[in-house]
């Protein structure tokens, strides 16, 4: 239940929120989050006052990231905290929080599922030593180093050249 009903809330002083959501909820419409796991929430939303509610709760998924190396996609998990106001004041002072009209009969939380999932950061690592593209062509170094020559390189050229012939 990711909707708490208003008059059980009030009664109760708090209630469970616990939910999935899959990719093509319409929580998470028009967003460019890739669910690699339905997201798992679990919850408590409470009464702290009048008109004002506080939802707790916890989110675990796995999303589409990228690395940011690389920017081959990767399965990036997700475990977060979320901590948010309703309220019912129209002039509420935090800016975080999010309104209740005041002839709202329900409370839904999942505008704070879809924001906090946009605001995730979903960039990690392929591997470890992911050696990322080649800031000049763009090749993918993770498959072979590409053609084109470090500006470094030319400096030890003549010390190479030394060498051959030492060596020869
Ligand atoms: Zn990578
Ligand atoms: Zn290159």
Not at 96 to 123: F, G, H, K, N, Q
Not at 129 to 157: I, S, Y
Request: aromatic letters at 4%.
């Amino acid at each position: 239940m990711l909707r708490v009903d208003l008059r059980e809330l009030t009664r109760a002083g708090a209630v469970a929120t616990h939910g999935e959501l899959q990719q093509g909820d319409p929580a998470l419409e028009g967003t460019d989050i890739a669910l690699r796991e339905p997201v798992a929430i679990d919850g408590r939303l409470q009464s702290i006052g009048e008109g004002r509610f506080y939802w707790q709760g916890r989110l675990r998924t796995v999303v589409q990231g990228e690395c940011r190396r690389c920017l081959t996609p990767v399965a990036t998990p997700l475990n977060l905290e979320v901590g948010a106001l309703f309220t019912e004041d129209p002039e509420a002072e935090d800016p975080d929080s999010y309104p209740v009209p005041p002839e709202a009969t329900e409370i839904d939380v999942t505008p704070v599922i879809r924001e906090e999932l946009v605001l995730a950061p979903r960039y990690a690592l392929c591997r470890e030593d992911c050696r990322g593209l080649c800031p000049q062509c763009g090749k993918d170094l993770n498959a072979g180093p590409c053609d084109c020559v470090p500006a470094t390189d030319a400096r030890w050229q003549p010390l190479k050249g030394l060498k051959d012939k030492l060596r020869s």
